[in-house]
């Protein structure tokens, strides 16, 4: 069996979780780091107390998210070794908020929406 036609791991999915990443990082140096891996649909970057140094991370394509998690887990980026997991929603739902780095449904609904589209003129 090839290596394209093997089915992913259960866990492998779209969208990817980053932590460790310094308060002050942008939404465009993100767009920057993980589109070179793909087409990237959204990044959600966290804005509240409990949320920043985190962001997903959602790309259009999960052959996409899962070069970049192989790719950038544990890679340093601004002086910060990045941690790259891909997102369980079931595992967070069963895990406190506070335990092993998970988010809890309070959390990403905390956590700022930046999308792919251009902004908007006011």
């Known amino acids: 069996m090839s290596t394209s036609s093997r089915k992913l791991q259960s866990e492998i999915n779209r969208i990817l979780y980053v932590k ?41 394509d999960i052959q996409d ?7 950038l887990s544990g890679f340093n980026f601004q002086n910060r070794y990045l941690v790259v997991l891909y997102h369980q929603p079931d595992r967070v739902a069963q895990t406190p908020a506070h335990g092993l780095g ?3 449904s309070a959390e990403q609904k905390s956590m700022g929406d930046i999308t792919s589209t251009p902004r908007r003129q006011i």
Do not use: H, P
């Open 102 to 104: 998970a988010t809890s």
């Open 20 to 60: 460790n990443l310094s308060y002050s990082v942008t939404s465009e140096e993100l767009y920057d780091l993980f589109g070179k891996f793909g087409s990237i649909r959204q990044i959600r970057l966290g804005n509240a107390q409990n949320t920043r140094g985190t962001a997903f991370v959602v790309y259009d």
């Open 65 to 71: 998210a899962k070069m970049a998690c192989d790719k």
